[in-house]
Protein backbone atom coordinates (compact mmCIF):
# COMPACT_ATOMS: atom_id res chain seq x y z
CA UNK A 1 0.00 0.00 0.00
CA UNK A 2 1.26 3.31 -0.90
CA UNK A 3 0.97 5.64 2.56
CA UNK A 4 -0.11 8.40 0.30
CA UNK A 5 -3.49 6.94 -0.13
CA UNK A 6 -4.36 7.45 3.45
CA UNK A 7 -4.52 10.60 5.56
CA UNK A 8 -1.65 10.56 8.52
CA UNK A 9 -2.72 13.12 10.25
CA UNK A 10 -6.15 15.26 11.49
CA UNK A 11 -6.45 18.21 13.50
CA UNK A 12 -9.39 19.86 15.77
CA UNK A 13 -9.07 23.62 16.11
CA UNK A 14 -11.08 26.08 17.85
CA UNK A 15 -13.11 28.47 15.30
CA UNK A 16 -11.96 31.68 14.92
CA UNK A 17 -15.00 33.68 16.79
CA UNK A 18 -14.13 32.20 19.95
CA UNK A 19 -11.05 34.94 20.21
CA UNK A 20 -13.96 37.55 20.40
CA UNK A 21 -15.46 35.76 22.94
CA UNK A 22 -12.54 35.45 25.24
CA UNK A 23 -11.80 39.21 24.76
CA UNK A 24 -13.21 40.35 27.75
CA UNK A 25 -12.83 37.20 30.06
CA UNK A 26 -10.65 37.45 33.11
CA UNK A 27 -7.44 34.79 33.17
CA UNK A 28 -9.22 33.46 36.74
CA UNK A 29 -12.95 32.70 36.99
CA UNK A 30 -13.58 32.60 40.85
CA UNK A 31 -16.94 30.32 41.38
CA UNK A 32 -18.40 27.53 39.42
CA UNK A 33 -21.12 29.56 38.69
CA UNK A 34 -18.66 32.34 36.65
CA UNK A 35 -16.95 29.10 35.35
CA UNK A 36 -20.27 27.62 33.76
CA UNK A 37 -21.52 31.07 32.45
CA UNK A 38 -18.57 31.13 30.22
CA UNK A 39 -19.70 28.07 29.19
CA UNK A 40 -22.97 28.81 28.42
CA UNK A 41 -21.74 32.17 26.24
CA UNK A 42 -20.05 29.53 24.40
CA UNK A 43 -22.57 27.03 23.52
CA UNK A 44 -24.97 29.04 22.75
CA UNK A 45 -22.77 30.78 20.34
CA UNK A 46 -21.41 27.69 19.28
CA UNK A 47 -24.41 25.92 17.40
CA UNK A 48 -25.28 29.97 15.50
CA UNK A 49 -21.49 29.66 14.22
CA UNK A 50 -22.37 26.11 12.43
CA UNK A 51 -18.83 24.93 14.34
CA UNK A 52 -21.16 22.26 15.91
CA UNK A 53 -24.03 21.31 19.09
CA UNK A 54 -24.91 23.30 21.35
CA UNK A 55 -21.90 22.27 23.93
CA UNK A 56 -18.95 24.04 25.51
CA UNK A 57 -16.23 23.08 28.03
CA UNK A 58 -13.16 24.71 30.08
CA UNK A 59 -10.37 23.36 31.94
CA UNK A 60 -9.14 25.58 34.96
CA UNK A 61 -7.07 25.35 37.86
CA UNK A 62 -9.16 24.05 40.53
CA UNK A 63 -7.70 26.41 43.54
CA UNK A 64 -7.22 29.08 41.67
CA UNK A 65 -9.84 29.42 38.97
CA UNK A 66 -7.36 29.93 36.09
CA UNK A 67 -8.19 29.04 32.55
CA UNK A 68 -5.91 26.43 31.02
CA UNK A 69 -8.38 25.91 28.30
CA UNK A 70 -11.51 26.36 26.72
CA UNK A 71 -13.42 24.42 24.00
CA UNK A 72 -16.35 23.74 22.00
CA UNK A 73 -18.19 21.07 20.07
CA UNK A 74 -16.10 21.12 16.34
CA UNK A 75 -17.77 18.17 15.04
CA UNK A 76 -19.75 20.00 11.82
CA UNK A 77 -16.43 21.97 11.48
CA UNK A 78 -13.65 19.74 11.78
CA UNK A 79 -15.48 16.81 10.28
CA UNK A 80 -14.47 14.85 12.98
CA UNK A 81 -17.04 12.98 14.63
CA UNK A 82 -14.85 12.52 17.96
CA UNK A 83 -14.32 16.40 18.44
CA UNK A 84 -16.53 17.06 21.13
CA UNK A 85 -16.38 20.54 23.72
CA UNK A 86 -14.83 18.06 26.30
CA UNK A 87 -12.49 16.05 24.13
CA UNK A 88 -11.99 19.78 23.03
CA UNK A 89 -10.91 21.37 25.92
CA UNK A 90 -9.08 18.67 27.64
CA UNK A 91 -6.76 18.28 24.88
CA UNK A 92 -5.92 21.36 24.59
CA UNK A 93 -5.32 21.53 28.34
CA UNK A 94 -3.10 18.57 27.47
CA UNK A 95 -0.90 20.12 24.97
CA UNK A 96 -0.97 23.39 26.70
CA UNK A 97 0.75 21.78 29.95
CA UNK A 98 2.39 19.56 27.60
CA UNK A 99 1.36 15.95 29.06
CA UNK A 100 -1.26 13.51 28.90
CA UNK A 101 -1.91 13.61 32.03
CA UNK A 102 -3.48 16.48 34.10
CA UNK A 103 -3.52 15.64 37.44
CA UNK A 104 0.34 14.41 37.03
CA UNK A 105 3.05 14.90 39.80
CA UNK A 106 3.52 18.82 39.84
CA UNK A 107 0.40 19.64 38.69
CA UNK A 108 -2.09 21.62 40.14
CA UNK A 109 -5.62 20.26 40.75
CA UNK A 110 -7.40 20.92 37.27
CA UNK A 111 -11.65 20.45 36.82
CA UNK A 112 -13.80 20.03 34.08
CA UNK A 113 -16.70 22.66 33.05
CA UNK A 114 -19.02 21.04 30.66
CA UNK A 115 -22.73 22.43 30.40
CA UNK A 116 -23.96 19.05 30.76
CA UNK A 117 -23.34 15.31 31.73
CA UNK A 118 -20.71 14.14 29.65
CA UNK A 119 -21.65 11.67 26.80
CA UNK A 120 -20.58 8.06 26.73
CA UNK A 121 -17.62 9.06 24.40
CA UNK A 122 -16.55 11.92 27.12
CA UNK A 123 -17.43 10.49 29.72
CA UNK A 124 -13.98 7.81 29.03
CA UNK A 125 -12.12 10.82 27.58
CA UNK A 126 -12.74 12.77 30.86
CA UNK A 127 -12.03 9.15 33.18
CA UNK A 128 -8.79 9.41 31.60
CA UNK A 129 -7.74 13.09 31.50
CA UNK A 130 -6.22 13.34 35.12
CA UNK A 131 -9.19 15.76 35.88
CA UNK A 132 -9.80 16.17 40.00
CA UNK A 133 -13.15 17.74 39.60
CA UNK A 134 -15.63 17.34 36.93
CA UNK A 135 -18.66 20.17 36.96
CA UNK A 136 -21.77 20.07 35.32
CA UNK A 137 -24.69 22.09 35.15
CA UNK A 138 -27.04 19.18 34.90
CA UNK A 139 -27.94 15.74 34.35
CA UNK A 140 -31.01 13.61 32.55
CA UNK A 141 -33.15 12.84 30.06
CA UNK A 142 -33.91 16.51 28.77
CA UNK A 143 -30.70 17.11 26.74
CA UNK A 144 -31.70 14.07 24.67
CA UNK A 145 -35.25 14.86 24.66
CA UNK A 146 -34.57 18.94 23.57
CA UNK A 147 -32.19 18.66 21.13
CA UNK A 148 -32.58 14.98 19.92
CA UNK A 149 -29.22 14.31 20.08
CA UNK A 150 -28.03 10.07 21.29
CA UNK A 151 -26.08 10.80 24.11
CA UNK A 152 -25.10 6.71 23.88
CA UNK A 153 -25.91 3.95 26.28
CA UNK A 154 -24.50 6.02 29.23
CA UNK A 155 -24.56 3.98 32.87
CA UNK A 156 -27.07 5.29 36.11
CA UNK A 157 -24.03 5.25 38.44
CA UNK A 158 -22.15 7.67 36.04
CA UNK A 159 -20.90 9.78 38.67
CA UNK A 160 -20.17 7.35 41.43
CA UNK A 161 -17.51 5.53 39.41
CA UNK A 162 -15.82 8.81 38.62
CA UNK A 163 -15.80 9.91 42.93
CA UNK A 164 -14.45 6.23 42.87
CA UNK A 165 -11.21 7.06 40.66
CA UNK A 166 -11.20 10.09 42.82
CA UNK A 167 -12.74 12.71 40.80
CA UNK A 168 -15.48 14.97 42.69
CA UNK A 169 -18.48 15.81 40.79
CA UNK A 170 -20.76 18.90 41.32
CA UNK A 171 -24.17 18.72 39.56
CA UNK A 172 -26.91 21.31 39.20
CA UNK A 173 -24.82 24.36 38.24
CA UNK A 174 -27.15 26.82 36.31
CA UNK A 175 -29.14 24.01 35.07
CA UNK A 176 -31.75 26.46 34.36
CA UNK A 177 -29.33 28.04 32.06
CA UNK A 178 -28.23 25.22 29.99
CA UNK A 179 -31.91 24.00 29.44
CA UNK A 180 -32.21 27.53 28.13
CA UNK A 181 -29.10 27.10 25.55
CA UNK A 182 -30.76 23.60 24.38
CA UNK A 183 -33.91 24.93 23.91
CA UNK A 184 -33.02 27.88 21.52
CA UNK A 185 -30.64 25.20 19.66
CA UNK A 186 -34.16 23.08 19.13
CA UNK A 187 -35.60 26.10 17.96
CA UNK A 188 -32.09 26.79 15.90
CA UNK A 189 -32.99 22.84 14.26
CA UNK A 190 -36.50 23.12 13.57
CA UNK A 191 -36.15 26.34 11.94
CA UNK A 192 -33.35 24.51 9.52
CA UNK A 193 -30.62 25.98 11.07
CA UNK A 194 -28.43 23.37 11.99
CA UNK A 195 -27.58 19.77 11.61
CA UNK A 196 -28.56 16.77 14.42
CA UNK A 197 -25.51 15.24 12.99
CA UNK A 198 -25.80 11.79 15.45
CA UNK A 199 -29.77 11.48 15.74
CA UNK A 200 -29.51 7.89 14.84
CA UNK A 201 -32.18 5.86 16.56
CA UNK A 202 -30.94 2.80 18.68
CA UNK A 203 -32.03 -0.66 16.47
Request: hydrophobic content about 40%.
Amino acid sequence: MNIDTLATSYSIELPDWIADELADVPDALGSYEERMRLVHRLAARNFREGSGGPFAAIVVESATGKIVSVGVNVVLKSGVSSAHAEVTALGLAQTRIGSWDLGGEGQPAHELVVNWRPCVQCYGATLWSGVRTLVVAGDGPELEEITTFDEGPMRDDWAPQFEARGIAVVQDVTRDEALAVFRDYREHVDAGGAVVYNARAAE
